[in-house]
C-alpha cells in the first residue's frame, strides 16, 4: 500500500510531459508551417503584388485587345540596375487568362532564338518594359504607342505592310530608338541585329567607302543591294538618294529622300534631310515644293544659310517676283 501513492504521482508527471512534448510539437509545426508559408508567398508579393509593378492592371489592359497571333515581347530594362525580363515574364504569366498559348509572351533572353521563328502571318506586336523610373518617349514615332503605368510601359508598334514580322522588327527598332544605347539591354541589340542582318548594314558601310573614293556605280550597287536585304534602312535610302543627285536624277533622289522619311519619322524634325529634299526638288524644276522645305529647313534651324540664299534665289525667280 505504501508503494501505491508513488505509483500515481509518477503516472501524473509521466501525463504532464507527454502532454508538454504534445504543445513543443505542436508548437514546432506551427513555427515550420509559418516559415514555409512565408518562403512561398514571398516570390508572389515580390513579383506579382507590389503597388508600383501594377502586373494586373497591366494584364488586364492587354486580355482586352490581345487577339490571335499577337506576341508579347519582355523587356526587362531599368536604369542603373541592368534588366530583369523574367521578372515581367512570371507577372504576365501570373495574371493573363490560361486559354492564351504558352508561347505568347517571349523572354528577353529568348529573343534572339525566337524572333527568327517568327512567321509573315498577320498579327500585332506588344512589349512590356519594367522601366523603373524613366519615361518613354514616343513622340513623333509613327505606328507607335506607349500606354504607361506607374513602373510598367506598354509598348504597341505596327509596321505599314501589317505582317507580324515586319511588326516584330519595326517594335525592336522602336524599342531601341525609345531607349537610349546605354539603357537598352544588350538582348535587345542582339535580337535586332539578328533579325535584320548584319550583311545589309556591310553592304551600306561599302557603299559609303566606295562613295568617298568617288566610285559612283560601285556605291549604288552596295546601297541598292543593303535596301534589298533589308528595306527598313532608312540610311542606304539616304545615301542612295545623295548619289542619284550627283547624278542629276532628282525624281529618283526625292523618292529616296521621301522613303527615308517614312521609314525614319523622328528625321522629320531635322534640317539636314529637309535640305536634300529641297535640292532635290530644286534641281527637278519644282520650285514651289522647294521653297517650302527650305522654309521648314529655317523653321526647324533658324539661320541655316544655305537655306536662306536658296530660298531667296528662288523667290527672286518665282514670275510675281518680277511684276
Given at each position: 500500500m505504501e508503494g501505491t501513492p508513488g505509483f500515481a504521482s509518477g503516472t501524473r508527471m509521466d501525463v504532464r510531459s507527454a502532454g508538454r512534448r504534445e504543445?513543443?510539437?505542436?508548437g514546432v509545426a506551427l513555427l515550420l508551417t509559418v516559415i514555409l508559408g512565408a518562403l512561398e508567398l514571398r516570390p508572389i508579393r515580390d513579383y506579382y503584388a507590389s503597388d508600383?509593378?501594377?502586373w494586373r492592371g497591366v494584364a488586364a489592359y492587354l486580355?482586352?485587345?490581345?487577339?490571335?497571333?499577337?506576341?508579347?515581347l519582355c523587356d526587362g530594362v531599368r536604369a542603373g540596375q541592368g534588366g530583369d525580363s523574367a521578372r515581367t515574364q512570371r507577372g504576365l504569366?501570373?495574371?493573363?487568362?490560361?486559354?492564351?498559348?504558352?508561347?505568347l509572351i517571349l523572354k528577353e533572353s529568348e529573343l534572339s532564338r525566337r524572333m527568327g521563328e517568327i512567321g509573315d502571318n498577320q498579327g500585332e506586336v506588344w512589349t512590356v518594359v519594367f522601366r523603373g523610373w524613366r519615361k518613354l518617349k514616343p513622340e513623333g514615332m509613327k505606328g507607335v504607342t506607349?500606354?504607361?503605368?506607374?513602373?510598367?510601359?506598354?509598348?504597341r508598334a505596327e509596321h505599314p505592310d501589317g505582317t507580324l514580322?515586319?511588326?516584330?522588327?519595326?517594335?525592336?527598332?522602336?524599342?531601341?530608338?525609345?531607349?537610349p544605347l546605354e539603357e537598352a539591354t544588350e538582348a535587345l541589340h542582339t535580337a535586332l541585329d539578328g533579325i535584320?542582318?548584319?550583311?545589309?548594314?556591310?553592304?551600306?558601310?561599302?557603299?559609303n567607302a566606295c562613295l568617298e573614293q568617288g566610285e559612283l556605280d560601285a556605291a549604288i550597287l552596295e546601297y541598292e543591294r543593303a535596301i534589298e536585304m533589308d528595306p527598313s534602312l532608312a540610311g542606304a535610302h539616304v545615301h542612295l538618294a545623295d548619289v542619284r543627285l550627283e547624278q542629276d536624277r532628282s525624281d529618283e533622289a526625292i523618292e529616296g529622300y521621301r522613303r527615308a522619311l517614312?521609314?525614319?519619322?523622328?528625321?522629320?524634325?531635322?534640317?539636314?534631310l529637309h535640305m536634300r529634299l529641297a535640292n532635290a526638288y530644286r534641281d527637278a524644276g519644282r520650285a514651289e515644293e522647294a521653297i517650302e522645305e527650305y522654309r521648314l529647313v529655317l523653321e526647324l534651324e533658324p539661320g541655316h544659310a544655305g537655306a536662306t540664299d536658296n530660298l531667296d534665289t528662288l523667290l527672286a525667280s518665282l514670275p510675281s517676283a518680277k511684276e
Open positions: 504543445w513543443v510539437a505542436l508600383k509593378e501594377d486580355e482586352t485587345r490581345l487577339g490571335e497571333g499577337d506576341v508579347i504569366r501570373y495574371y493573363l487568362d490560361s486559354r492564351h498559348p504558352d508561347d506607349v500606354t504607361d503605368f506607374e513602373d510598367v510601359s506598354i509598348v514580322r515586319e511588326n516584330a522588327i519595326f517594335m525592336l527598332e522602336a524599342l531601341v530608338s525609345l531607349m535584320q542582318g548584319q550583311s545589309a548594314r556591310d553592304h551600306l558601310a561599302q557603299g517614312e521609314l525614319k519619322t523622328d528625321w522629320d524634325e531635322q534640317a539636314w
